[in-house]
């Protein structure tokens, strides 16, 4: 099943699980927001472990990809020469902000707002998505980066498509020919 599609799924899943949490009682708010710190914790702890692991392994295999170009950044796009190291602590990178983003969004939604349930719902749908997560699967769990994780790593849709870099040589031969973009 699509990883878009299983988080739908997971959301709505625990969102009716959450009606049922007495949140109006403060011991089980308590609790709800430690499983929320925990599990964040977890998640920056493994994506700085990962980074770690990244940097322990330096794999300088040259990675040559054409980008797709962003339509609100006029610079992006063309051909990227990097390593796989700084490619996966890149990427990384990505999933980092993204964590700390979502907390800072949470932080706003529970102590502003006052809403609770997100709570719940985000500690498991951040835990997903970091056992989801591409650089979690080569660099923890050990699996190869063949097929689905082979880099440049193609962004899931929603509707399971999958866009991102193009790596055939055809594309990489005219990128070089328009002129080349660096990344160090």
């Known amino acids: 099943m699509n990883a878009g599609l299983q988080n739908i799924f997971i959301s709505l899943g625990a969102m009716q699980v959450a009606r049922r949490i007495p949140f109006d009682d403060p011991v089980v708010l308590n609790y709800v927001r430690l499983g929320y710190i925990a599990s964040q914790l977890i998640i920056l702890g493994t994506y700085f472990y990962v980074s770690y692991k990244v940097k322990q392994k330096n794999d300088q295999t040259v990675l040559k990809y054409v980008d797709q170009p962003n339509p609100m950044s006029p610079t992006s796009g063309g051909l990227v020469t990097t390593t796989v190291r700084d490619y996966d602590l890149s990427e990384t990178s990505k999933l980092l902000r993204g964590a700390y983003f979502g907390v800072a969004m ?46 440049p790593w193609k962004a899931q849709t929603m509707l399971g498509s999958a866009a991102g870099p193009q790596t055939d040589s055809a594309s990489i031969a005219e990128a070089e020919k328009v002129g080349t973009k660096k990344e160090d």
């Open 106 to 151: 949470m932080a706003f939604f529970h102590f502003y707002l006052k809403y609770t349930q997100p709570l719940f719902v985000q500690a498991l749908m951040g835990l997903k998505n970091l056992y989801d997560a591409k650089p979690v699967a080569i660099h923890i769990f050990g699996r190869p980066a063949d097929g689905d994780l082979k880099r």
